[in-house]
């Protein structure tokens, strides 16, 4: 029975598309191994995640990586909890979607002939403004 891919000789199956890690807690072994160590474990690791994801929906409205320090405190969560790594899966699968459509010739034609759009209409807005009032600042302008 043949156990190789179609990528070549040499190759097997399970060497073609990357392996995800397992599923579940990433404790130390002496840590899983007394119940009640591994629940203050579980707990530490939550109240961590938790602080990180409020500070991270705390920035969103403010200066900072909010996006970032949430998937970071998503991240801290997906070390103890499966629905933390589901998560995290998923979104990882999604922006690597969105990055491979971005890549794509169409789209980023698409993009640039929008951007240039959207510049033109900016700098023609820019134009109609200082040909009416001159180079004062909006809040400056007495009509």
């Known amino acids: 029975m043949n156990t190789q891919s179609n990528g070549g000789p040499g190759v097997a199956e399970e060497d073609a598309v990357p392996a995800e890690q397992p599923l579940g807690s990433r404790a130390p072994h002496f840590i899983k191994r007394s119940r009640p160590l591994h629940v203050s474990w579980q707990v530490g690791v939550f109240v961590v995640g938790l602080a990180v994801v409020v500070a991270g929906v705390i920035m969103l409205p403010l200066p900072g990586p909010g996006w970032l320090v949430i998937f970071g405190g998503m991240a801290i969560w997906a070390t103890e909890f499966v629905w933390a790594q589901l998560v995290l899966r998923w979104t990882k699968r999604k922006v690597t979607e969105a990055a491979q459509k971005a890549l794509d010739p169409k789209v ?14 900016i700098a023609a807005a820019l134009a109609v403004y200082v040909w009416k009032f001159g180079f004062a600042m909006p809040w400056n302008v007495s009509e």
């Open 108 to 121: 980023r034609r698409r993009n640039i002939i929008l951007t240039t759009i959207g510049l033109v209409i």
